[in-house]
């Protein structure tokens, strides 16, 4: 079974430091938007984080996921 991603999305460019706090996801920055993309287990902790940034989290969404039996899997 795959493993569950997710991408979480803010409003902002990161600065050097918060890159550095979430350099344990991939992080994309554009047009003042910023996405980090993490594992099922590691969503907690890093919604903690945005929050203890006071960033303004925009969306949660689950980007890949496990293929279902006969039908068309996420990618």
């Known amino acids: ?3 569950l991603v997710y991408e979480l999305s ?4 990161p ?3 918060l890159r550095a706090a ?3 996801c991939e992080l994309r920055a554009s047009r003042g938007l910023t996405t980090l993309r ?3 287990d590691a969503l907690p902790e890093l919604l903690d ?3 203890s940034f006071g960033l303004e989290l925009l969306d949660v969404q689950l980007v890949a996921g496990p293929t279902i039996p006969g ?3 996420r990618s």
Not at 10 to 13: D, E, N, V
């Open 1 to 3: 079974m795959a493993e």
């Open 10 to 13: 803010f409003k902002g460019a």
């Open 15 to 17: 600065s050097g430091a």
């Open 22 to 24: 979430f350099d344990d």
């Open 38 to 40: 993490c594992r099922q």
């Open 49 to 51: 984080r945005v929050q």
């Open 71 to 73: 039908g068309r899997g």
